[in-house]
T-cell receptor, first 122, second 110 residues
Framework: GAVVSQHPSWVICKSGTSVKIECRSL??????MFWYRQFPKQSLMLMAT?????????EQGVEKDKFLINHASLTLSTLTVTSAHPEDSSFYIC??????????????????FGPGTRLTVL | AQRVTQPEKLLSVFKGAPVELKCNYS??????LFWYVQYSRQRLQLLLR??SRESIKGFTADLNKGETSFHLKKPFAQEEDSAMYYC????????????FGQGTRLTINP
């Protein structure tokens, strides 16, 4: 299947600094990428949906100025956590999907997930 | 509102026993339902989707619109099935985004 990578796999930073996380689709073009956040022993919560070349759509309650998302190319999306604080410590996961082909039945293309990035803010 | 509920956080069964992971959903239209699996130290991956109506690794799941359920079943559990399982929903009319349940950690005892 398609491969999605994330970099870095883990990062530790001081409070007040900004951290950038990259999400890459390695062998396909991802027109849409998704960013999730996962707290320990909890489910994945969608933060935002990012379409190549346009502004990201943020879920309710997610601060767009806090979590900057850029999807400048069909293989790369970045999430920047600005002025990070300890409460931003979490596991951030991206997924990527190619353009939906809408075959009979209205099925959309599968999302492929990255391995996640563990962010710890001291 | 879209919602997915997995009532069991933990489920433990013996090898060879049947296993059923429950999933109920709330959605006003006709959703797509999925089961994702996450093995230890691995990324989340798609196990099966209701549209495919196929059996993957011996697992099946049937969409019951009357009961708004999409339970995952396997007649004979194997030790390698131990993992975290997430049920997810995607609205046909909306964007591609997925709504995940809380997850069930399945442990198969030898």
């Amino acid at each position: 299947g398609a491969v999605v990578s994330q970099h870095p796999s883990w990062v530790i930073c001081k409070s007040g600094t900004s951290v950038k996380i990259e999400c890459r689709s390695l062998d396909f073009q991802a027109t849409t990428m998704f960013w999730y956040r996962q707290f320990p022993k909890q489910s994945l919560m969608l933060m935002a949906t990012s379409n190549e070349g346009s502004k990201a759509t943020y879920e309710q309650g997610v601060e767009k100025d806090k979590f900057l998302i850029n999807h400048a190319s069909l293989t790369l999306s970045t999430l920047t956590v600005t002025s990070a604080h300890p409460e931003d410590s979490s596991f951030y996961i991206c997924s990527a999907a190619s353009r939906p082909g809408l075959p009979k039945g209205g099925s959309y293309n599968e999302q492929f997930f990255g391995p996640g990035t563990r962010l710890t803010v001291l | 509102a879209q919602r997915v509920t997995q009532p069991e956080k933990l489920l433990s069964v013996f090898k060879g026993a049947p296993v059923e992971l429950k999933c109920n959903y709330s959605y006003s239209g006709s959703p797509e339902l999925f089961w994702y699996v996450q093995y230890s130290r691995q990324r989340l991956q798609l196990l099966l989707r209701h549209i495919s109506r196929e059996s993957i690794k011996g697992f099946t799941a049937d969409l019951n619109k009357g009961e708004t359920s999409f339970h995952l079943k396997k007649p004979f559990a194997q030790e390698e099935d131990s993992a975290m399982y997430y049920c997810a929903l995607r609205g046909i009319q909306g964007a591609q985004k997925l709504v995940f349940g809380q997850g069930t950690r399945l442990t198969i005892n030898p």
